[in-house]
């Protein structure tokens, strides 16, 4: 096993032979490519992100889920420990949905 080793005297790196600089030409022109096919599609994903349809829908399923949870939780006869630990931790995800909700507006002017 040891003679399939090789010695360090036995590895060789290629020394560069040359060395080569290359320039390079940018065309930074402006060409006309015709009608974009894709503006509509970007028009829609403006309107989306304008209208913060995804903030709001996910903040409307946290006040459902809010109210069935405490309406549930109300009902209850004798709560026990963990269904006040759930209860406790669906009220305290309110405060992470709401800064999530009031912090994900488009900053005007950056």
Not at 13 to 21: C, G, N, W, Y
Not at 30 to 59: E, M, T
Not at 67 to 82: A, S
Not at 92 to 103: C, D, E, R, S
């Amino acid at each position: 096993m040891a003679d399939n080793i090789e010695k360090k005297e036995d590895i060789r790196v290629a020394e560069p032979k040359q060395k080569v600089r290359v320039d390079l030409e940018v065309d930074t022109s402006i060409k006309d490519l015709g009608v974009n096919p894709y503006a509509n599609l970007i028009h829609l994903a403006r309107a989306v992100d304008s209208w913060r349809i995804f903030p709001r829908v996910f903040i409307t399923t946290y006040i459902i889920l809010l109210y069935k949870c405490v309406i549930w939780y109300m009902n209850l006869p004798n709560p026990t420990m963990e269904q006040s630990g759930l209860i406790s931790i669906v009220v305290g995800a309110g405060a992470a949905w709401f800064g999530l909700y009031t912090g994900s507006s488009k900053k005007i002017g950056k």
